[in-house]
């Protein structure tokens, strides 16, 4: 069981990090989903909680601490893991998740740019996921390819857009380290529920689409689930 969550968050990795997943991974990495659909919620926290424990041995080792005000990196990975094990009714990540780090000559400089870092990193998974399923679609023929092509030109161009229409994120890892110039490097994880990416993928799609008839706008609503 433990090598099967292994291997479905390696494929889960594809998918999440700005890479399409052709058709039949985007198969695989359903069927995976729901393998952890079936672990009980002991054996995640388990999991969870031994990963967290060797990383955050490995990032103490490289002089990562907690930033202050948040909690011990240990159980910052913690909720990290148990959040990206989580899924919806639909087999979809509950949650995507955006990385960043930055340096500067102080804390609050290091931050700021590796939030907006950290979510310029979300838009692009949100990009990725949206292409994904639209791959999907045309393996289904539920889109000729055209239409793909099309809707697949718009999400790329939006994905300025799609940054723009976040809204809140949620503050997952957050901590830093100081070098040996004196400089801060502040490493971020941020979280966004994917019902609301859809939102802004939509928002931020449709008006790429817009003078490309209602066919396709119909189409962008049945593959985000808006029928």
């Known amino acids: 069981m433990i090598k099967k969550l292994a291997y479905s968050l390696a494929t889960a990795a594809v998918l999440l990090c700005g890479v399409s997943a052709p058709a039949q991974d985007y198969k695989e990495l359903m069927k995976e989903r729901k393998e952890i659909s079936k672990l009980s919620k002991k054996e995640l926290n388990e999991k969870a909680s031994k990963a967290a424990r060797k990383e ?3 990032l103490a080792k490289e002089g990562w601490e907690a930033s202050i005000g948040a909690l011990p990196i240990e159980k910052q990975l913690d909720r990290a893991y148990m959040m990206q ?26 931050k700021v740019q590796a939030l907006e870092l950290a979510k310029q990193n979300l838009a692009g998974q949100i990009q990725s996921e949206i292409t994904a399923l639209i791959e999907s679609t045309v393996a289904n023929n539920q889109l000729s390819a055209e239409q793909a092509e099309t809707i697949t030109k718009s999400v790329v161009a939006s994905k300025g857009l799609i940054s723009q229409s976040l809204g809140r994120t949620l503050p997952v890892i957050e901590m830093s380290r100081t070098l040996k110039n004196r400089n801060k490097e502040v490493m971020v994880r941020i979280a966004y529920s994917s019902e609301m990416a859809r939102k802004a993928v939509r928002k931020a799609v449709e008006r790429e689409l817009a003078d490309e008839g209602d066919e396709l706008h119909k189409k962008l609503d049945e593959i985000l689930g808006w029928n």
Request: proline fraction near 3%; avoid cysteine; charge should be negative.
């Open 56 to 58: 955050a041995k490995r």
């Open 85 to 110: 094990y989580e899924l919806d009714g639909d087999m979809t990540p509950k949650y995507i998740m955006g990385d960043a780090r930055s340096i500067g000559g102080n804390y609050d400089a290091a």
